[in-house]
């Protein structure tokens, strides 16, 4: 590895730690005994754990299922000091994510390969495209943005500026045009004109949320008979500040559309970054298999969109002796 490689990698930990730091703080009031090693590993510090991952959003079962585990070994004398307790905390989380951790690929054998971004407004839906539409751009494939959110301006003109700024081709039609024609011209266009990827907002929010969920059936419907096999890929993109909402929304978009991964943002100062665990634990029995999580927000910056590894995330997750003194 360069030292180039080096210096990106450390920034990326520093800015994933920033953006963990109020759930690694939650976590000090428990996990802080165990680092600073002046009680002695009882009832009462895994007490004090258990609740620190429940204020996290990290899920009653999920939480339960760990402390367990933890309390075995504790009282077989397995985990006889609080290092040994750290670091198999660590290990049991990111046991639980580690079927998450998937790379994204756009193979070369579907051109266009058709990507549907669903998810409420204000997750940072369209802003995910454009910062994805850059690294594929980047990358050497040629780029088109579909706006499909028609019902919102702001949407379309958003995603405009995105293509702009960026020199990325962006389909689009006035404000209130039926969403499945724009995105069905898109994707005309991308087979026409040799495209590799096609980036298709939707909307966040109809009138009702079964209004929503008709749409993008209806989307979906329209490219597949153009198309075969597409779209390709349905992102979710959850915002990791609602804590268990985010596992209500996976549901929904999964039993309307097929959801086949997820994209976490705003890890720039939640709290309750600890949904992801609720969502891996709550999804490992769903027909399919669990859903995996490409890519994580960790800042507003364009390059701030990073594949999610469950090994580092944990690790930034967990707070240090410094922090919980």
């Avoid at 730091?21 to 510090?45: P, Y």
């Avoid at 940072?124 to 495209?129: C, D, E, Y």
């Avoid at 980047?138 to 088109?144: D, E």
């Avoid at 209500?248 to 097929?258: H, I, K, L, N, P």
């Amino acid at each position: 590895m360069s030292k180039a490689d080096d210096e990106e990698n450390e920034g990326l930990w520093r800015r994933l730690r920033s953006g963990l730091g109020k759930t690694r703080t939650q976590l000090a009031a428990g996990v802080g005994n165990l680092l600073l090693g002046e009680k002695e590993i009882d009832e009462s510090v895994l007490e004090e754990l258990e609740t620190a991952l429940l204020l996290t959003d990290v899920g009653v079962d999920t939480t339960r299922e760990i402390m367990q585990k933890l309390t075995v070994r504790v009282r077989r004398k397995e985990l006889n000091n609080a290092l040994a307790l750290h670091q198999a905390l660590a290990d049991l989380l990111k046991d639980v994510l580690a079927p998450l951790a998937k790379p994204f690929e756009v193979p070369d054998d579907k051109k266009p390969f058709v990507i549907f971004f669903v998810g409420v407004n204000g997750v940072g839906k369209t802003t995910t495209i454009g910062k994805l539409a850059k690294q594929f751009k980047t990358g050497g494939l040629k780029v088109l943005l579909a706006a499909g959110d028609t019902f919102r301006a702001a949407a379309v003109e958003q995603l405009q500026s995105w293509g702009a700024r960026e020199e990325i081709a962006v389909v689009a039609q006035s404000q209130g045009s039926d969403s499945a024609s724009v995105v069905y011209d898109a994707v005309k266009s991308a087979k026409a004109r040799g495209f590799d990827v096609v980036l298709v907002d939707t909307a966040g929010r109809l009138q009702a949320k079964t209004n929503l969920m008709e749409e993008l059936e209806k989307i979906k419907r329209v490219v597949g008979r153009l198309e075969e096999g597409a779209p390709h890929q349905i992102l979710l993109v959850l915002d990791a500040g609602v804590g268990q909402n985010a596992l209500s929304q996976v549901r929904e978009f999964d039993a309307a559309v097929g959801v086949t991964g997820l994209i976490l943002t705003k890890l720039d100062g939640t709290a309750r970054a600890g949904v992801i665990f609720a969502i891996a634990d709550k999804l490992k029995s769903r027909e399919g298999g669990a859903i995996p999580v490409f890519y994580i927000g960790i800042g507003e910056g364009v390059d701030d969109l990073k594949p999610f590894e469950a090994g580092p995330f944990v690790d930034a997750l967990l707070p240090d002796g410094a922090e919980s003194s």
